[in-house]
């Protein structure tokens, strides 16, 4: 089997974020960044699936230069090689160039499966890989939770709202994107690391795989949300601000 | 000319957050000067359409075809390919489902546009139309701007409050949708509920609700000390449940249970919209947090900005002394 994981580097999970002098997008110059958890996820159900089935686990990530880290990461925690699609430009694309960008990627190599988290962390489209299985043709199942394959057929669990479940069955190959905590995450071994420097990584530009990087929705405007609500913000140390709270909700808001 | 709003159904019941989408629909169709149609399908929908013509539209397009009768990415993306190509519409808006989700990328990708999901508010400009969205869990906002028709929007839940029906008694146009069975890849089976669940938050008045500012399963005890003192129901996050430090039918969210307290604790839960969308009808809401740019200060009614292991057990010793 032919699996490849689509894997996006975002700034890190506690990062200070800042709005660059534009307004277009972030102040990137102090960032540090991160392999996009969901994506995490969807690696680590990669190498599951090939630990069971055998095959290839090939990992792609569409991102600038500083993506190779997210790369060896996925290297190292057992991805047999890499396609890093390498964009030079600032700022983001839209949903559906990137996913043009990684169908383009992921086409020629006729994976059996595609996976990807279920949406990212920074931009939250939620559909880069709804997107990728309709440029590809392929079918596609969104919030996956857990993957049995079948054959040339995969039975997967979604997940519904409101705490239902759905079985699904669908051919081969598919584009599957991956919920959030479903499997323990593996760490990568000092052995891996190792091997990850040796594995092969192609580096391709948008140039190469022929695809228009002109976005049609950009952001106009990055900013802080405007607060919807007053909220009142207490402060002191923790024991003047505990009794603050605790008179508020006695006297002001009286729920206790 | 006009703008349409898909309405969800499931099983013949309305997915509530489909007239959310009605009205962002209207308040778009407001700026463009067009009138606003429903689009619903499904199969044996009658009633639905009859339901849905009662609210303020042009009209109602009912698609009942024998397989639309359970979701499929492929009969529904199918579906409204066709009402949209004989339509022509300006914009077509969906509630942000996880249904939704799962179709209407593949949709706008067949008319090469870009799908404008889980969009908060609609400015008009003289430019255009601007979509607000949220990036980084909401940590901070973008303006949007989508080109080329038709848009196809995404509107968050609870972003848009959803009007009444006004018994104007629309037109139900019939829409005949051609589908063939081996069109329709996906076999899905009934949808189905794990367990019976045996705690139900939603009857608590008081909630104690953690997040991953707790780091580890070992410091629960610091939370739960609270939710003893309070005598509170204990409930968490997703990143909590998923690790398996409180049991899933503690979770609230999209996804976990929606409760409304007369008071909910939100200790070191950033506020991302999946975990507010379960809670934002509690009556108070007190969120601690080391990151003063959390949003769920946003949703709080009384907010500290600082460390959860100083100020969570000052808390549970005042209230103890309180209830003395």
């Known amino acids: 089997m032919k699996i490849i994981v689509s894997v996006k580097q975002v700034a890190a999970r506690d990062s200070a974020l800042r709005v660059n002098g534009a307004g277009t997008w972030l102040d990137e110059s102090d960032l540090s960044y991160e392999m996009n958890e969901p994506d995490a996820y969807a690696l680590e159900e990669a190498l599951q699936l090939k630990e069971k089935l055998g095959g290839e686990v090939i990992a792609m ?28 430009e600032e700022g ?53 939770m857990e993957v049995e394959p079948q054959g040339k057929m995969v039975r997967v669990k979604r997940e519904l709202e409101d705490g239902w479940f759905q079985n699904v069955v669908l051919p081969l190959p598919v584009v599957l994107t991956i919920q959030s905590g479903i499997k323990k995450l593996r760490y990568a071994t000092l052995m891996g ?22 976005g049609q929705a950009g952001m106009e405007r990055v900013y802080l949300p405007v607060r919807a609500k007053q ?3 207490l402060s002191g140390d923790a024991k003047q601000v505990a009794h603050q709270l605790v008179e508020k909700l006695k006297f002001e808001a009286r729920v206790l | ?46 009633t639905l359409a009859q339901e849905a013509a009662g ?87 973008a303006d949007v701007k989508a080109a080329g028709q038709p848009q196809f929007i995404s509107v968050q839940a609870g972003a848009f409050r959803a009007g009444q029906p006004s018994a104007a008694g629309s037109a139900i146009e ?58 509170a129901e204990l409930a968490a996050s ?38 507010l969308v379960g809670m934002k009808g509690s009556k108070t809401i007190v969120a601690i947090n080391k990151d003063e740019n959390a949003p769920i200060f946003e949703s709080a009614d009384y907010g500290v900005v600082g460390d959860l292991f100083e100020i969570v057990p000052a808390l549970a010793e005042e209230i103890r002394k309180t209830k003395a």
């Not at chain 2, 329709?184 to 939603?202: M, N, Y």
């Open chain 1, 61 to 88: 990530c569409a991102g600038p230069a500083r993506a190779t880290q997210t790369i060896r990461e996925a290297l190292a925690k057992g991805a047999d090689r890499a396609i890093h699609i390498e964009i030079a």
């Open chain 1, 231 to 233: 909220t009142q913000i």
């Open chain 2, 55 to 141: 609210y303020a539209v042009e009209k109602v397009v009912a698609a009942d075809h024998a397989l639309l009768a359970d979701y499929t990415a492929d009969g529904y993306t199918a579906a409204l390919e066709q009402i949209i190509q004989s339509m022509r519409p300006e914009a077509v808006v969906f509630p942000h489902t996880y249904q939704v989700r799962d179709y209407g990328p593949k949709l706008a990708t067949r008319f090469g546009k870009v799908f404008v999901s889980d969009v908060v508010d609609v400015k008009a400009e003289n430019s255009g139309l601007l979509l607000v969205r949220q990036l980084f869990q909401g940590k901070l906002s």
């Open chain 2, 238 to 275: 997703r990143p909590i449940c998923d690790n398996g430090w409180l049991p899933m039918e503690r979770q609230v969210g999209s996804s976990g249970q929606t409760v409304a307290p007369k008071i909910y604790f939100a200790i070191g839960i950033s506020g991302a919209i999946q975990h």
């Open chain 1, 92 to 144: 983001v694309l839209d949903a559906l160039t990137t996913a043009r960008l990684l169908a383009a990627a992921a086409g020629p190599e006729s994976p059996d499966f595609v996976l990807t988290g279920l949406q990212s962390d920074d931009l939250g489209y939620g559909q880069t890989g709804v997107v990728l299985a309709e440029l590809l043709g392929y079918s596609h199942a969104t919030i996956v």
């Open chain 2, 174 to 231: 019939p829409f005949v949708v051609t589908l063939e069975p081996e069109q329709i890849r996906g076999k899905p089976e009934a949808p189905f509920r794990e367990a019976q669940r045996s705690v139900d938050l939603s009857a608590a008045e008081v909630i104690v609700s953690v997040g991953r500012g707790i780091k580890e399963k070992e410091n629960l005890a610091v939370v739960e000390d609270l939710a003893k003192a309070l005598g």
């Open chain 2, 1 to 46: 000319m006009s703008v349409l709003a898909v309405l969800e159904q499931r099983g013949g019941k309305w997915n509530r957050t489909s007239f959310e989408a009605l009205a962002a629909a209207e308040r778009i169709a407001q700026a463009l000067g067009v009138p606003v149609a429903a689009a619903v399908f499904g199969s044996a929908i009658e």
């Open chain 1, 193 to 214: 690391i190792k091997k990850a420097k040796t594995k092969e990584v192609k580096t391709v530009s948008a140039r190469d795989l022929g695809v228009e990087l002109a």
